[in-house]
């Protein structure tokens, strides 16, 4: 039996579009002689669809998408699992998968576990299936599972989910095949996790089991794909990370194994591929490579799937915007970036050079505009009307404002998306300005600490481009007064990263980290810090999810909180 997975994006809402570029695939895996052909979770709709589910005309829109499939199939030899949301004959949705053969419904398996934790939030939309479809298909008895279901593995001690069912241990007698239809995030440290799954669930089941993930990105999330086959007492045989691909599967009488795997480089809404990554398929990336490889897809499907062209980016010489403006030219092209320097009366001569040398290596334009005569107009207003004269941070945060409002200002007289180019670290302890460097309609660093920053940076070092060796080696500096540095106001950034990853990550609080060895002063000047930041969080730009715990949907603070533990 020969088994086509489809590792390919969805566009959420876009019920006809993605019908429309699933049947040339479904088509094509036909002509190869596929009697099966597998799309990820609710690839009708995409994922997460959130409260469009509740939009009826969207459920009407499924309908008739199935609909065509059922005909698509009634031509064809070849029968299809998609994933799809259904209404019950009472109103309630289901987050299901149609088996469609011969022109009928020949069987539909309902998610049983619907999680409820960090990003997720599916028990507010659908009802939970009641049981694990086993059907029958030429001549091979096959289970048909969504993402969640096999998530439940008792034998897993990393995993913690509050399910009392296990769908995979309430399999009703021996199967030929296990098959999981999947939408899972993207996490840097999701992809051990999952092999380590998939080995277990084969061999609990004592079948192989074909894993479909999507692709792509959506709002904040990532999609890394890793689409596989993993048969019983072997390790999963993965399709390539963040790339839009068919893999052909052959299930004989002795187990599964790929016979082919297509990467498809025209799919629309597909990531570009990092050229770094991709270079050698065979090594285990470092995990550097990998968050870079996520960072570009989330940039590209955030930016063209919004339907924009272009994006700016405020150039100061330092990493965090160099390594955002390398990012946007690998994943958007350097012709569809553009930067701009706004240097002040403290800003250096090197990192004005910095920044033109970036611009310059990368090939993207950037022009400079100096933010003195606004900042020295804003000055004069201020003390006319306050009868004295600014200073400390209050002169900081205005020449931070002055450039929020320029770069604004350039991103809407040439329709270019601004990107804001804070990280993790900065965005954590609040040493950003709100109004000011936090403008822009994407963070696409915000969930990478200032260390993983310059780990992806030096990927790039063998590259075509990459990063002036200045900006790596220089200390961290917001250039805002004379002589300043990053660590006049803040720990050290291997020290910060630290207790920042173990608070925010490990949801460890002040007792645990100094238990753990660091310094109490330290933890509680830092987590005071993070308290007291979270208003700019709340008005922060969407960001790029590459963490187990991000500052984005899944983190759902309470705005005013005092318990002692946040301190």
Same mark, same amino acid.
């Given at each position: 039996?020969?088994?086509?997975?489809?590792?390919?994006?969805?566009?959420?809402?876009?019920?006809?579009?993605?019908?429309?570029?699933?049947?040339?695939?479904?088509?094509?895996?036909?002509?190869?002689?596929?009697?099966?052909?597998?799309?990820?979770?609710?690839?009708?709709?995409?994922?997460?669809?959130?409260?469009?589910?509740?939009?009826?005309?969207?459920?009407?829109?499924?309908?008739?998408?199935?609909?065509?499939?059922?005909?698509?199939?009634?031509?064809?030899?070849?029968?299809?699992?998609?994933?799809?949301?259904?209404?019950?004959?009472?109103?309630?949705?289901?987050?299901?998968?149609?088996?469609?053969?011969?022109?009928?419904?020949?069987?539909?398996?309902?998610?049983?576990?619907?999680?409820?934790?960090?990003?997720?939030?599916?028990?507010?939309?659908?009802?939970?299936?009641?049981?694990?479809?086993?059907?029958?298909?030429?001549?091979?008895?096959?289970?048909?599972?969504?993402?969640?279901?096999?998530?439940?593995?008792?034998?897993?001690?990393?995993?913690?989910?509050?399910?009392? %069912?296990?769908? $995979? /241990?309430?399999?009703? +007698?021996?199967?030929?095949? =296990? @098959?999981? !239809?999947? #939408?899972?995030?993207?996490?840097?440290?999701?992809?051990?996790?999952?092999?380590?799954?998939?080995?277990?669930?084969?061999?609990?089941?004592?079948?192989?089991?074909?894993?479909?993930?999507?692709?792509?990105?959506?709002?904040?999330?990532?999609?890394?794909?890793?689409?596989?086959?993993?048969?019983?007492?072997?390790?999963?045989?993965?399709?390539?990370?963040?790339?839009?691909?068919?893999?052909?599967?052959?299930?004989?009488?002795?187990?599964?194994?790929?016979?082919?795997?297509?990467?498809?480089?025209?799919?629309?809404?597909?990531?570009?591929?990092?050229?770094?990554?991709?270079?050698?398929?065979?090594?285990?990336?470092?995990?550097?490579?990998?968050?870079?490889?996520?960072?570009?897809?989330?940039?590209?499907?955030?930016?063209?799937?919004?339907?924009?062209? %272009?994006?700016? $980016? /405020?150039?100061?010489? +330092?990493?965090?915007?160099? =390594? @955002?403006? !390398?990012? #946007?030219?690998?994943?958007?092209?350097?012709?569809?970036?553009?930067?701009?320097?706004?240097?002040?009366?403290?800003?250096?001569?090197?990192?004005?050079?910095?920044?033109?040398?970036?611009?310059?290596?990368?090939?993207?334009?950037?022009?400079?505009?100096?933010?003195?005569?606004?900042?020295?107009?804003?000055?004069?207003?201020?003390?006319?009307?306050?009868?004295?004269?600014?200073?400390?941070?209050?002169?900081?945060?205005?020449?931070?404002?002055?450039?929020?409002?320029?770069?604004?200002?350039?991103?809407?007289?040439?329709?270019?998306?601004?990107?804001?180019?804070?990280?993790?670290?900065?965005?954590?302890?609040?040493?950003?300005?709100?109004?000011?460097?936090?403008?822009?309609?994407?963070?696409?660093?915000?969930?990478?600490?200032?260390?993983?920053?310059?780990?992806?940076?030096?990927?790039?070092?063998? +590259?075509?481009?990459?990063?002036?060796?200045?900006?790596?080696?220089?200390?961290?500096?917001?250039?805002?007064?004379?002589?300043?540095?990053?660590?006049?106001?803040?720990?050290?950034?291997?020290?910060?990263?630290?207790?920042?990853?173990?608070?925010?990550?490990?949801?460890?609080?002040?007792?645990?980290?100094?238990?753990?060895?660091?310094?109490?002063?330290?933890?509680?000047?830092?987590?005071?810090?993070?308290?007291?930041?979270?208003?700019?969080?709340?008005?922060?730009?969407?960001?790029?999810?590459?963490?187990?715990?991000?500052?984005?949907?899944?983190?759902?603070?309470?705005?005013?909180?005092?318990?002692?533990?946040?301190?």
């Amino acid at each position: 039996m020969l088994i086509t997975a489809l590792q390919v994006p969805a566009r959420v809402g876009d019920v006809r579009g993605n019908l429309a570029r699933l049947i040339p695939l479904l088509s094509a895996a036909a002509e190869r002689g596929a009697q099966l052909a597998i799309t990820p979770e609710l690839a009708l709709v995409g994922y997460p669809p959130r409260d469009l589910l509740w939009r009826p005309g969207l459920i009407s829109d499924v309908e008739r998408a199935i609909d065509d499939l059922r005909s698509f199939t009634q031509q064809s030899d070849l029968a299809v699992l998609v994933g799809a949301p259904w209404r019950q004959p009472d109103g309630t949705l289901t987050n299901s998968a149609f088996l469609l053969a011969d022109g009928n419904i020949a069987g539909r398996a309902d998610k049983q576990l619907l999680p409820y934790y960090d990003v997720f939030d599916e028990a507010r939309y659908f009802r939970p299936g009641r049981e694990t479809l086993c059907c029958t298909l030429a001549g091979r008895r096959i289970a048909v599972t969504l993402c969640e279901d096999i998530w439940n593995d008792p034998s897993q001690a990393f995993l913690d989910l509050p399910y009392a %069912r296990d769908p $995979v /241990g309430g399999l009703p +007698g021996r199967i030929d095949l =296990l @098959v999981n !239809l999947s #939408a899972s995030p993207f996490d840097r440290t999701k992809a051990a996790k999952r092999r380590r799954l998939l080995t277990s669930v084969a061999g609990r089941v004592q079948a192989p089991l074909v894993y479909v993930n999507q692709v792509g990105a959506q709002d904040e999330l990532v999609f890394d794909g890793q689409s596989s086959v993993t048969s019983p007492g072997e390790h999963p045989i993965e399709a390539p990370r963040f790339a839009a691909c068919a893999l052909d599967v052959h299930l004989g009488m002795e187990g599964a194994a790929v016979v082919r795997s297509e990467h498809l480089v025209n799919a629309a809404g597909a990531p570009p591929r990092c050229a770094a990554l991709a270079a050698n398929p065979s090594a285990e990336p470092s995990e550097a490579l990998v968050l870079r490889a996520a960072l570009l897809t989330g940039l590209h499907g955030y930016v063209r799937n919004n339907g924009f062209e %272009r994006v700016l $980016v /405020g150039l100061s010489g +330092g990493l965090d915007s160099a =390594l @955002v403006a !390398l990012l #946007a030219a690998e994943a958007l092209g350097a012709d569809a970036v553009s930067a701009l320097s706004l240097p002040s009366r403290h800003s250096s001569d090197h990192s004005r050079e910095d920044a033109q040398a970036l611009a310059d290596a990368a090939g993207f334009s950037c022009r400079e505009m100096s933010i003195e005569d606004v900042v020295q107009a804003a000055e004069r207003s201020l003390r006319t009307t306050l009868g004295e004269s600014l200073a400390g941070l209050t002169l900081e945060n205005l020449q931070a404002r002055a450039r929020g409002t320029l770069l604004m200002a350039v991103s809407n007289q040439h329709h270019a998306l601004l990107l804001t180019t804070g990280n993790k670290s900065e965005l954590a302890v609040g040493y950003c300005t709100l109004y000011g460097d936090m403008c822009g309609a994407l963070a696409p660093i915000a969930d990478v600490f200032k260390t993983q920053a310059y780990a992806i940076a030096h990927t790039y070092d063998d +590259g075509p481009t990459p990063m002036p060796g200045r900006i790596l080696t220089k200390a961290p500096s917001a250039e805002l007064r004379p002589d300043q540095r990053d660590d006049d106001s803040l720990p050290p950034y291997p020290v910060l990263d630290r207790i920042l990853m173990g608070f925010i990550e490990e949801r460890l609080d002040a007792a645990a980290l100094i238990a753990a060895g660091e310094d109490a002063g330290i933890v509680r000047e830092v987590l005071s810090l993070v308290r007291g930041a979270e208003f700019k969080r709340w008005q922060a730009a969407p960001l790029i999810k590459v963490s187990a715990r991000a500052f984005g949907g899944g983190w759902r603070m309470p705005l005013t909180a005092t318990w002692p533990g946040l301190r």
